[in-house]
């Protein structure tokens, strides 16, 4: 038998993904929309009821805080408050042990991924509608016709102001009221 098969430098090569963390902002957004503010990231809490953003990610770190809850850790802490599971479990969900297996899927996730979901396609919409807006933009200069150049340029401030606005997670719970009025300038039907 060889001796170096049995060592423990032999052994944490075997299963190279046990030491390695997923990136916690990959795995945090996942279950909120997180914007960046300083060298911090900020969004709504997954671990309660939340209408202003709450909960801090620091990339360079790799931590993670919610300041009601006066709870943090890393990305394995953040999978066993959300998901309400033990670290083993945690480890598993991160693909980090022995079985991986997906998140649990509780009614409050679903909500949170597909909010998530709206938003990123939402904000997609409000860029194409940008790009449309600069094409005619640039063909009224053309003409020229201020009257059309200044209303669409009036038009491209309220789309750019809006699709901004997405990235604020403590405007999200407006934005859902009004997702029927967001979609009608987005010219999506696609719904919550």
């Not at 990339?59 to 959300?82: H, M």
Request: proline letters at 6%; hydrophobic letters at 35%.
């Amino acid at each position: 038998m060889d001796a170096s098969a049995s060592s423990p430098k032999s052994s944490k090569q075997s299963s190279p993904r046990c030491s390695e963390r997923p990136d916690i902002l990959e795995i945090v957004s996942r279950y909120t929309s997180l914007r960046k503010v300083g060298r911090e990231f900020i969004g709504l809490s997954p671990c309660h009821n939340d209408r202003s953003p709450s909960l801090r990610v620091n990339a360079d770190k790799q931590v993670w805080y919610c300041d009601p809850c006066s709870i943090g850790g890393d990305v394995v802490r953040f999978i066993q408050v959300v998901e309400k599971v033990s670290f083993k479990e945690a480890l598993s969900i991160l693909g980090m042990g022995d079985s991986p297996r997906a998140p649990k899927c509780t009614p409050e996730r679903r909500a949170a991924e597909k909010v998530v979901r709206w938003v990123n396609h939402q904000r997609a919409r409000f860029n194409t509608r940008l790009r449309e807006l600069d094409e005619q933009i640039e063909i009224a200069d053309e003409i020229p016709d201020t009257e059309l150049a200044e209303s669409l340029w009036r038009e491209r401030r309220i789309v750019a102001d809006l699709r901004d606005d997405l990235s604020h997670t403590e405007y999200l719970p407006d934005f859902i009221e009004l997702k029927d009025l967001i979609e009608m300038i987005t010219g999506d039907g696609e719904g919550l």
